[in-house]
């Protein structure tokens, strides 16, 4: 990185010896390690952010390709799909309601007229399946059980 060379390095070595002295070398070596750490740590976050920027702008023109090739596709096969005719909900849809929440609210199947109200995204919706009937238990005894827990 700074290109130096092993006999630069070694006068080095020797002037801040000869300059510093032996007594204080070591704490001096220590300070310098110290800040050599911290001027690492910072050109280390530095990079990191650096590269999340770019790999955040990577993956926002990956998204808009996505999207183009999506849009690309959907207009392709959209001649390939019959036309979905609309709901009729004259009278199936409720009065309009000045409550926040239920403006919100997905789209429930309406039990008197049996057709769920319209929805932009149909996976709300629930599955309508018959409704289990359950039937009470025979009412004669178990031929295998009788009394054998009855207290005597």
Do not use: C
Request: hydrophobic fraction near 40%; proline fraction near 11%.
């Amino acid at each position: 990185m700074f290109n130096i060379d092993s006999s630069e390095f070694l006068l080095v070595a020797i002037v801040a010896l000869v300059v510093i002295g032996p007594k204080d070398l070591p704490k001096a070596m220590r300070v310098v390690g110290y800040w050599v750490g911290k001027a690492r740590g910072v050109t280390r976050q530095f990079r990191q952010g650096f590269d999340n920027m770019v790999r955040e702008a990577e993956l926002e023109e990956m998204e808009k390709r996505w999207a183009a090739e999506n849009e690309r596709i959907m207009r392709e096969h959209a001649a390939d799909t019959p036309p979905v005719t609309p709901v009729d909900d004259t009278h199936t849809s409720p009065a309009p309601s000045h409550d926040a929440s239920a403006a919100s609210a997905p789209a429930l199947p309406n039990p008197a007229h049996g057709i769920a109200e319209p929805s932009t995204d149909h996976s709300d919706r629930p599955v309508m399946v018959e409704k289990p009937v359950v039937a009470p238990a025979p009412s004669a005894e178990h031929p295998h059980r009788g009394t054998e827990g009855a207290a005597s």
